[in-house]
């Protein structure tokens, strides 16, 4: 897996967007950025994943880079309970499930009322 | 309820006494892991499966074993257990072969072992 770089911490306002950044400079062609998030001791939940293009589901937007070393998870209107570590994670898929996929320390996002 | 459940959830036990943590899914995964973690590591995969009667050794393989009998339950099993081995740990189950957004991983709730 590339290795990925994201700040420690972060603070964002209640109902205020909520810019994560994610450094993956090494990524190869064929890696896709991943975006867990956990909880306070919670197993860690899927939030979304791309690999070039920008993606959006019900929980989150994913904007990549043109050239793929970076990216930014948006949580449009964060409410308290947005409030978790959030992990960016690049990852080869090989068929075989997320198998292999390495957690780092992630950002912690702290939601402000 | 798609969901992977973990029991027990909390367990208290002492040096070399031999115990068992259950993970049981219900999406038909063919995919379940085990992950241990603690301050400052991270997620570290100690054992996965690909499918019944497949497992391979994930990163910290030492001093835990694993099964897979049934497509649904993928035990983690202590033979001798350690005070090093005090951490949080999570199973995790998804599809294989389906494509990245189908094959994402559903983690279950954690347990929380302290060896004495």
């Known amino acids: 897996d590339a290795k990925t770089t994201q700040p420690p911490s972060m603070d964002c306002a209640e109902g205020r967007a909520a810019n994560l950044p994610c450094n993956h400079s090494?990524?190869?062609?064929?890696?896709?950025v991943y975006w867990y998030r956990q909880i306070h001791s919670q197993g860690p939940q899927y939030i979304i994943h791309?690999?070039?293009n920008n993606e959006t589901n019900e929980m989150a937007s994913l904007i990549i880079t043109e050239d793929r070393k970076s990216s930014t998870l948006i949580l449009p209107h964060a409410t308290l309970r947005d409030t978790a570590v959030y992990y960016c994670?690049?990852?080869?898929?090989?068929?075989?499930?997320?198998?292999?996929?390495?957690f780092g320390k992630g950002t912690h996002l702290i939601i402000q009322p | 309820e798609a969901q992977v459940t973990q029991n027990p959830r909390y367990l208290i036990t002492v040096t070399g006494k031999k115990l068992t943590v259950t993970c049981s899914q219900n999406?038909?995964?063919?995919?379940m892991s085990w992950y241990r973690q603690d301050p400052g590591l991270g997620l570290r995969q100690i054992y996965y499966?690909?499918?019944?009667?497949?497992?391979d050794k994930g990163d910290v393989p030492e001093g835990y074993k694993v099964s897979r009998k049934e497509k649904r339950n993928f035990p983690l099993i202590l033979e001798s257990p350690s005070p090093n081995q005090t951490s949080l740990y999570f199973c995790?189950?998804?599809?294989?072969?389906?494509?990245?957004?189908?094959?994402?991983?559903?983690f279950g709730p954690g347990t929380r072992l302290t060896v004495l």
């Open positions: 995790a189950s998804s599809f294989l072969g389906r494509g990245p957004t189908t094959d994402t991983q559903y």
């Open positions: 090494t990524i190869s062609g064929n890696e896709y």
């Open positions: 791309g690999l070039k």
């Open positions: 994670i690049a990852g080869e898929y090989s068929g075989g499930g997320a198998d292999g996929l390495t």
């Open positions: 999406m038909n995964h063919e995919y």
């Open positions: 499966s690909m499918n019944v009667e497949v497992t």
